[in-house]
Each structure stands twice: as C-alpha cells, then as structure tokens.
C-alpha cells in the first residue's frame, strides 16, 4: 500500500538551531516521485522539491536541503538556520500511479515552531 | 501564486444542505484533481478529472460529486452535509493525466464550515 509515515508531529526550536523533518515512505511503484509541501499559517499550499526514485542525489536550495535514500525508504528535509518565516506545517507527499490517473498521497503533516 | 484559482474563500452553510466548490485550473492545464484536509483524516486525495473525464477516485463519499466541463473547470458538489464535512478543500492542476508524473499546482482552497 501507498503511505507516507512522517512520525514528527510538532517541532519547537529556536532561532538559527539547525531541524530535520523526517518522512518515510511505503509505495508499490518502481518508479515514484516524493514531494514536500510547506503550509503556512495562511493556509496554501506552497511547493518546495519534488524527487523521482531514480535520482537518489542529495539537493540543497538556501537553507533547505533533502536527503534521499531508497535504502532506508527516507526522504528527510533539514532547514540549516532556521528563521521564525520557517514556521509552518510541513507536509512530505509520495505520488501514487493509480487507475489511469495521478494522485498525492500525503503524511499527516509535522508543524514546525520557531521561535525568536 | 500557482494560477489555480477557487472560489468562494469561506463557505458556512448548516447540516443538510448541498453546496458546490469552484475550480479554475491554470492555462494550459488538462488535469485537475480535488484534496480535502481536515484535523482527523489530514489531506485526502478525493478525485482527479482530465479533460472533462474522471481518472482516479480516492476516499470521496457518495455524497460528494465533481464534474469538469469543456472549459476545463471543475466543480466539486458536497451534499447532505455533515459536521463532519468541514474542512478545507483544495483543488491542484496539472498539465497531463498521470504516467511520468505531471506536477500539481495547488490552488489557495475554500475553508467549509457547517454548523
């Protein structure tokens, strides 16, 4: 079964301390895509990285940065530096190639808390 | 701003009653696929359409139904509602069907509350 497993539910921390979020991932496809999603207070959802399986290559953008390993089932994201704007629901997505279409299977989301 | 536009915003309405979500998808966009996030069951795929056909149908209740018309819009219609029901509904657009994956643009959803 598709599932996506992000076992954070809250995260405080301080101004500039470094956070990994962390996802794990269930999927029966052979070829899948992972994404994660930021959503603020002001509720949209805002794209940060979408990942394919077959490029296991870690990514850094600013102070964001994605670890991947298909070994592990993993797709975790560290925010270096981290700023109250930070602060915001994050969401870690696995795509699911079902019937004839696409969908997003999301985790439950952990809410990260920075604080000044 | 994805280009994915919903209307209304805010929508409060009382148990029973049918009301009907809005979706335009970005130009150019085929696919258009409906997301309900609420506290309990956090953000569900509920259905996707791609050029005014259904292609894949998650965990949405027979009470709830969409349609995509010839100008690509969508409509997702919820009736005999419950308490239950509220949540904020997002409708994502994207260029293709599915396959190689296409990716979705998110639209800033319509919050649904009933009383």
């Known amino acids: 079964a598709q599932k996506v497993t992000q076992a954070q539910t809250e995260i405080s921390v301080v101004e500039k301390e470094d956070v990994t979020l962390d996802c794990v991932y269930e999927t029966r496809d052979t070829t899948y895509y992972l994404f994660w999603y930021k959503q603020p207070p002001s509720g949209e959802l805002v794209f940060l990285i979408r990942r394919n399986s077959f490029d296991e290559q870690n990514e850094i953008s600013g102070r964001y940065s994605w670890n991947f390993q298909k070994s592990t089932s993993s797709f975790n994201f560290t925010i270096t530096a981290s700023q109250v704007v930070d602060s915001a629901v994050y969401f870690c997505a696995l795509s699911d190639f079902n019937q004839a279409g696409t969908a997003l299977i999301f985790g439950k989301g952990t809410t990260l808390s920075v604080s000044s | 701003d994805s280009g994915v536009t919903q209307t209304p915003k805010h929508l409060i309405t009382a148990t029973g009653q049918r009301v009907t979500l809005r979706c335009s998808p970005r130009?150019?966009?085929?696919?258009v696929y409906w997301y309900q996030q609420s506290l309990d069951q956090g953000l569900q795929f509920l259905i996707q359409?791609?050029?005014?056909?259904?292609?894949a149908k998650g965990n949405i209740l027979e009470r709830f139904s969409a349609q995509q018309f010839p100008d690509l819009h969508s409509e997702l219609n919820l009736s005999s509602l419950e308490l239950g029901d509220s949540a904020l509904y997002f409708c994502?657009?994207?260029?293709?069907?599915?396959?190689?994956?296409?990716?979705?643009?998110f639209g800033p959803g319509t919050r649904l509350t009933v009383l």
């Open positions: 130009s150019g966009d085929l696919s």
């Open positions: 994502a657009s994207s260029v293709a069907a599915g396959g190689t994956y296409n990716e979705q643009f």
């Open positions: 359409y791609y050029n005014g056909e259904e292609r």
